[in-house]
């Protein structure tokens, strides 16, 4: 039996017959015998490592999507490294040069700037697949799998339209980012839609900035009715500050948030959601990053193409601070292609 027999079968076992595949298999087992990683890598095998660059772990949402992106990756026999940008573009570029000079076979990206010309620029110059979580990169075919945050902010605020509420806030932050902008959009479609004032207070970074918006909107002319928050944190910090003020919630004023979060369903009162498939998110993902990677080992090379952008459904969750009564809380499937 030759040593590229052998080598054949260290790596896959490509074009090796299924007697041979496991005679060698038996022998390797039986030596104890474990590939040098490092000494494969020089020579410019896998490394059977992925990286991925999110904006922060601490983020129920990105730990989520994280996990799942772990899973296909161990379930493809590679290590995922993890790090994160906190939204910066400068550590971005720190992140990415570091990945790519360990030579990561492939990478999962949740952009800082999906504008940005600088990124689709330096993806174009790395020699390894990369597919973008969450949001896409503008003007490029890089793979991307998002959610469709448009629609999902249309039915959250008809929902509270749909309750009968006329002063409708959108509390949010970050609004450069490209969900926030798409939920923002969302709200706004609905409420021009139907004929009602659009309200945006963009200040929400903390508690402090959600409690200072909070109290300057309800000691205003036109105090709001209801709230629609785009992103958890930023749900948690107003219902937060609407229990300290004694605000009663849905009676005074009524709050639907943008993402699920762990106790939205066990506070009081519950808090009614636009929930993303983050699980789904991160799988299809990773799962599109191995596909491109097998490919490239069958020699065929990376297939960026649009086709691989993934819009993914979101569902409308129905709980108490909306205004839902105990028997109709449930849940809603929206509709949305890929």
Do not use: W
């Not at 000691?219 to 928050?229: E, H, S, V």
């Not at 519950?270 to 699980?279: C, D």
């Not at 090379?301 to 105990?326: F, W, Y």
């Amino acid at each position: 039996m030759g040593t590229t027999t052998v080598s054949r079968v260290i790596n896959g076992g490509d074009r090796v017959s299924p007697e041979t595949l496991e005679r060698v298999r038996r022998v390797i087992q039986m030596l104890g015998y474990t590939p040098n990683q490092a000494a494969r890598t020089l020579k410019g095998h896998r490394t059977k490592t992925i990286g991925l660059i999110i904006p922060s772990i601490a983020d129920p949402f990105f730990s989520n999507l994280a996990e799942a992106a772990q899973g296909v990756a161990r379930a493809n026999d590679s290590l995922m490294i993890v790090v994160t940008t906190s939204n910066d573009p400068r550590t971005e570029m720190e992140n990415l040069d570091v990945l790519v000079r360990h030579r990561a076979d492939g990478l999962l990206i949740v952009p800082a700037n999906s504008q940005s010309q600088m990124l689709p620029s330096l993806i174009d110059r790395i020699a390894v697949p990369v597919v973008a979580i969450d949001r896409p990169v503008a003007q490029s075919s890089i793979p991307s799998v998002v959610c469709d945050n448009f629609r999902g902010a249309i039915t959250g605020t008809q929902h509270l339209i749909d309750h009968g509420y006329k002063q409708i806030v959108c509390l949010t932050g970050e609004s450069t980012l490209y969900t926030i902008r798409e939920r923002m959009r969302g709200y706004r479609k609905a409420v021009e839609t139907a004929h009602l004032p659009c309200t945006f207070e963009t200040t929400v970074k903390d508690y402090k900035s959600a409690e200072y918006a909070i109290k300057s909107l309800l000691d205003g002319p036109n105090p709001p009715d209801a709230i629609f928050a785009t992103k958890n944190s930023t749900t948690i910090f107003a219902i937060e500050v609407l229990q300290a003020l004694n605000v009663p919630v849905p009676q005074s004023i009524a709050l639907l948030g943008f993402d699920d979060f762990e106790l939205a369903s066990t506070v009081r009162p519950s808090i009614s959601v636009i929930q993303q498939p983050v699980e789904e998110i991160g799988r299809r993902a990773a799962e599109i990053l191995f596909d491109q990677l097998l490919e490239e080992r069958k020699g065929n090379g990376a297939n960026p193409d649009h086709s691989l952008h993934v819009k993914l459904q979101t569902r409308l969750i129905r709980r108490s601070s909306c205004g839902c009564t105990p028997n109709q809380a449930g849940e809603l499937r929206l509709t949305s292609a890929d």
